[in-house]
């Protein structure tokens, strides 16, 4: 069991610039989650897939963020445009459906937007 | 609706002292609650879940929590602190309005003293 992995874990950008981030789940799970951490709060819910159908989606994900789970597998989250508002820690998780949502999480990406 | 009230940002101990971290919920139905750890730079890591059943659960690490109907609450405690338990703890709570997104508290760090 790799656990739940996410690339970069670090990305340093400028104001205006594109990014993505990819999240590669637990490989039986079918749900993956996003989520976004600031200092001193606790994780935010973003979106989440079951499979490859995205769900839900938070009022917090403006229209310059995008993801994708296309095959049902790994994900991307990409953020157009970036603010520096956007600066945090985006995490991602992964769990079975029908596990009363024990999610296990990654190690995140911290965006850091100049 | 659902909510998290964590009380205290910053709780601290001494090495071997019982920890104690407050958590309150807010639920209209009867809720999935959860305790994480979250080490610096790091994703979260399930210590322990409320589904059903027994009120008092037991998680990894020799921590316990105990699911409080009547004063929704959902407090995680430690009768024994080790300097390996220093990190940021969040409560979750799921289950409201038929969504099992959890919502997460802002999180408590835990100072555990020499």
């Known amino acids: 069991d790799t656990g739940v992995s996410q690339d970069p874990r670090h990305k340093i950008t400028k104001r205006g610039q594109n990014v993505t981030f990819r999240c590669d789940p637990i490989?039986?799970?079918?749900?993956l989650y996003w989520y976004r951490q600031t200092l001193g709060q606790g994780p935010e819910f973003l979106t989440y897939?079951?499979?490859?159908?995205?769900?839900?989606k938070s009022r917090l994900l403006s229209d310059r963020f995008s993801a994708e789970r296309p095959k049902g597998s790994f994900s991307t989250l990409e953020i157009q445009r970036t603010e520096q508002g956007d600066s945090a820690m985006y995490l991602c998780?992964?769990?079975?459906?029908?596990?009363?949502?024990?999610?296990?999480f990654g190690p995140g990406t911290r965006l850091t937007v100049l | 609706a659902q909510s998290v009230t964590q009380l205290g940002s910053h709780v601290s101990v001494s090495e071997g002292a019982l920890v104690l971290l407050r958590c309150n919920y807010s639920?209209?139905?009867?809720?999935?609650l959860f305790w994480y750890v979250q080490y610096p730079n790091q994703g979260l890591q399930l210590l322990l879940k409320?589904?059903?059943?027994?009120?008092l659960v037991k998680g990894i690490n020799g921590f316990e929590a105990e699911f409080k109907k009547s004063e929704t609450s959902f407090h995680l405690t430690k009768p024994s602190a080790h300097m390996s338990d220093a990190a940021e703890y969040f409560c979750?709570?799921?289950?409201?309005?038929?969504?099992?997104?959890?919502?997460f508290g802002r999180g408590t760090s835990l100072i555990v003293h020499p």
């Open positions: 979750a709570v799921s289950g409201s309005g038929g969504s099992y997104i959890p919502t």
């Open positions: 998780a992964s769990s079975l459906a029908g596990t009363q949502n024990e999610q296990f």
């Open positions: 639920s209209s139905v009867p809720p999935y």
């Open positions: 490989s039986e799970h079918n749900r």
């Open positions: 897939f079951q499979n490859e159908a995205q769900l839900e």
């Open positions: 409320y589904t059903t059943g027994a009120t």
